[in-house]
Structures are given as structure tokens and as C-alpha cells.
């Protein structure tokens, strides 16, 4: 599979963005998708996670009550809508594809598939 993020940008510290990932191929509601974040000099971090059906979502506590994932699997995209971003929340986002059975959510060796990334700037 083959994932693609958009959506990402310049916002000022209070302000919202919402990231997409769309997927190619035709077995997107068969992986578990992931958000991860690097910022520089820094390990790639969890951020977020969704279940093939959307029913389990998780969620890093640095983000939760501002961020919610979600899925469409019509449209074999997955989101990330972003609210009361902080600067500490800059950093290039990417999605991945978890296939398998056995999903260590916020662990990204889990994950097979991955997208180029899209960058976050939040400004204070």
C-alpha cells in the first residue's frame, strides 16, 4: 500500500489543522493506521492510532483532548484533526499501515507501511 499525507502548514499556537493519508489499493480496512511525528533532533513519537473499523482509537497524552483520528475507509483515507496546537506540537507528521494481527499501537517497528511525511509549523 502506498499512503500519501496532506494538509499540513504554518498555523499560529491556538489554531487547528487537519492532516489526511490517502491509501491506494483496494484493502485499506484491513490496516490498523497510525499518526507518528518527528521533530528535529528528536525520535519519532507516537501520536495517534485507529483500528481497521475505527472502533479503538488511542491516543499519545501529549495530544489527547486536542487531537481526534478517524477513517474513512470509502475513501481509504485516514485523518488527523489537530485543535489548540502548541508549538511543541512542530514537527513532519506521518501515517502508516499496520497489516497484521498482532498491533503494538504506539510501537512504530509494528508498522510495514509508511508515507513521505508532511510538515507542521505551529508559531508562538
Known amino acids: 500500500v502506498q499512503l500519501v499525507e496532506s494538509g499540513g502548514g504554518l498555523v499560529q499556537a491556538g489554531g487547528s489543522l487537519r492532516l489526511s493519508c490517502a491509501a491506494s489499493?483496494?484493502?485499506?480496512?484491513?490496516?490498523?493506521m497510525g499518526w507518528f511525528r518527528q521533530a528535529p533532533g528528536k525520535e519519532r513519537e507516537f501520536v495517534s492510532a485507529?483500528?481497521?473499523?475505527?472502533?479503538?482509537?488511542y491516543y499519545a497524552d501529549s495530544v489527547k483532548g486536542r487531537f481526534t483520528i478517524s477513517r474513512d475507509n470509502a475513501k481509504n483515507t485516514v485523518y488527523l484533526h489537530m485543535n489548540s496546537l502548541k508549538p511543541e506540537d512542530t514537527a513532519v507528521y506521518y501515517c502508516?499501515?499496520?497489516?497484521?494481527?498482532?498491533?503494538?499501537?504506539?510501537?512504530?517497528?509494528?508498522?510495514?507501511?509508511w508515507g513521505q511525511g508532511t510538515q507542521v509549523t505551529v508559531s508562538s
Open positions: 485507529i483500528s481497521r473499523t475505527g472502533g479503538s482509537t
Open positions: 502508516a499501515a499496520d497489516p497484521s494481527r498482532t498491533w503494538y499501537v504506539s510501537t512504530d517497528r509494528s508498522y510495514d507501511y
Open positions: 489499493g483496494r484493502t485499506f480496512s484491513s490496516y490498523n
